[in-house]
């Protein structure tokens, strides 16, 4: 089975902190991508990489940005954070061109 | 407890029943389409897609049916156990890797 693994399950982090979500993946895929997912609005895509070094901006980039020096690992950071931040985090893994993906168990992060 | 479920519609069904969720997806030109569940406390988890030169397949105890005359996707589930109790959303492909999802329907079931 795949798995994906996001290092917190819950995060509180106060305003203006720099705040690292890592996630790692154990299946060699080669796309990694973050979501945020917000009551009402579904998910919604952050960023993602097809590769290592890698990262194309999603849907909703704006005060994040990311790391994938590893195949297996990709790191969401927010650069500082901020109220409208608090949300939970979904990480998630596919093959290249291949569907569908795998998701983590997410990290939920508020911001004081 | 998980706010993710807070504002969705919902559905009842009584233990034993078959349920139905509906979605509407967006793109005529989406030619790829996925079914997830997430339990509360829980990441999504696949549970069955089809493409779109296929209106129907079947899993266990799931079958998703596509209409893509009217851009509908349905998720059926057969004998609804309360395990199945969680947010169901579908999601079609925006790309070859990315995906658009849905903002789910929340499914309970009752003995």
């Known amino acids: ?112 | 407890g998980e706010s993710v479920g807070l504002h969705l519609p919902t559905l009842s069904v009584q233990e034993g029943d078959n349920s139905i969720i509906n979605c509407a997806y967006s793109n005529s030109a989406s030619d790829y389409f996925i079914w997830y569940k997430q339990e509360s406390g829980k990441g999504p988890q696949f549970i069955i897609d089809i493409r779109s030169n296929m209106d129907k397949r079947q899993g266990q105890r799931v079958t998703v049916l596509l209409n893509k005359t009217v851009k509908h996707l349905s998720l059926q589930i057969a004998a609804t156990q309360p395990g199945d109790s969680a947010v169901y959303f579908c999601a079609e492909n925006e790309s070859t890797d990315k995906l658009i999802f849905g903002t789910g329907t929340r499914l309970q079931v009752f003995p």
């Open chain 1, 1 to 112: 089975d795949v798995k994906v693994t996001q290092s917190s399950r819950y995060l509180v982090k106060r305003t203006g902190e720099k705040v690292f979500l890592e996630c790692v993946q154990d299946m060699d895929h080669e796309n990694m991508f973050w979501y945020r997912q917000d009551p009402g609005l579904g998910l919604r895509l952050i960023y993602f990489s097809y590769d290592v070094k890698m990262k194309e901006k999603g849907d909703i980039p704006e005060g994040y940005s990311v790391s994938r020096e590893k195949k297996e690992r990709f790191s969401l950071i927010l650069e500082s954070a901020s109220t409208n931040q608090t949300s939970m985090y979904l990480c998630a893994s596919s093959f290249r061109g291949v569907q569908p993906q795998h998701f983590g168990d997410g990290t939920r992060l508020s911001i004081l």
